[in-house]
């Protein structure tokens, strides 16, 4: 079955360090992966995306994510946390062009100062 | 004036009442969806439509509806509300032919008492 993991329920980091947000997939054939980012009480706002080609994809706020297809990985990473990094971030994977977004648990990041 | 709107923003209601969720966007996207949220689930797809003549179910349509009144206007209907669909429900749009990105809207919040 086609699915999207993501193992961490919460991360916690402190300011200035850096932080990655684990995603993992089950896929047969090429996926999409995508991150989203969810501020308190708002919609997801979509962050990076891999298609094809480079494996790391750079987004918004300084959020970059690498993919890795022999371990089906696809984690979330910024060199230097910010507070207002503080949010909740969801990995979803589609697998064709056009097919359905499929969503992760998602995970709750806490940057302390 | 955001891309994605929706109505109501939080609704509290009984059991068994008749609920509708209004969602409209000026993005002009042809297609649309409604998602589910819940703590430590994700999100869920409810219902998705790719033009005005198309709707298909997603993974959790049991017990819910939608009608796409036009490109812009996509509603989903809870015909008889019971507490366990008591959740933060989300429209998106999508361009597929450009990037596959989703636009959310900021969500609507249903209580079912």
Known sequence: AQSVAQPEDQVNV????????KCTYSVSGNPYLFWYVQYPNRGLQFLLKYITGDNLVKGSYGF???????????????PSALVSDSALYFCAVRFNQGGKLIFGQGTELSVKP | DADVTQTPRNRITKTGKRIMLECSQTKGHDRMYWYRQDPGLGLRLIYYSFDVKDINKGEISDGYSVSRQAQAKFSLSLESAIPNQTALYFCATSDEDRTGE????????????
């Open chain 2, 102 to 113: 989703l636009f959310f809207g900021e969500g609507s919040r249903l209580t079912v008492l």
């Open chain 1, 64 to 78: 970059e994510a690498e993919f890795n297809k022999s371990q089906t990985s696809f984690h979330l990473k910024k």
């Open chain 1, 14 to 21: 402190a300011e200035g360090n850096p932080l990655t947000v």
